[in-house]
């Protein structure tokens, strides 16, 4: 009987160290699986931080746009009046020191002006096509014939294209 014993006992660690690893095994896979998921976490966070600092910097660049866009009919007055008026009047030449200092402020704050001119290839990413008039010569077709308000860029954000008559 003693013997029948001595194998019972010699079973039962046995199964204890089976259930031990099996349970060792179990607490391993948990572990892994929380890890990955602490990982996973972890690079969400850091895509997170990268992409609202990224936003933030373009908040902060164009952050002026309503105001710029709000100015912009403004200084197509200042082109529209030097381009009718004399230049050899004084008024003048106050006139264009007022419209050269709110350009210079408006490009200090980041506004830049399109640089479009008649003759120029039609391109309806940069360009607004207001109308379109029978080319003078077969060269101008599908090119600016005239431009009708210049186009502005806040940083490299476009606030206004430039709105062009293009020949057919």
């Known amino acids: ?34 890890k990955e ?10 895509n997170f931080k990268r992409r609202t600092a990224k936003e933030r910097l373009e908040l902060f660049s164009t952050a002026s746009e309503e105001v710029m866009v709000a100015l912009l009919p403004i200084l197509d007055d200042f082109d529209r009046a ?8 004084e ?14 402020t408006l490009k200090s704050k980041g506004l830049s ?26 060269k101008m077709k599908g090119k600016i014939i005239d431009i009708i308000e210049k186009g502005y860029q806040l940083g490299e954000k476009i606030i206004r294209y430039p709105k062009v008559v293009i020949g057919k």
């Open 37 to 46: 998921k602490f990982l996973r976490l972890f690079a969400e966070f850091e």
């Open 113 to 138: 002006q399109f640089d479009v001119n008649v003759g120029d290839e039609f391109n309806a990413d940069i360009h607004e096509a207001v109308t379109q008039i029978d080319a003078p010569s077969k």
């Open 1 to 34: 009987m003693a013997k029948k014993k001595e194998t019972k006992s010699n079973k039962s660690p046995s199964k204890a160290t089976a259930k031990q690893a099996e349970v060792n095994e179990e607490v391993k896979n948990e572990l892994k699986t929380e």
């Open 82 to 89: 030097s381009n009718a008026i004399e230049i050899e009047n």
């Open 91 to 104: 008024l003048v030449t106050g006139f264009v020191l007022i419209k050269n200092k709110l350009l210079d």
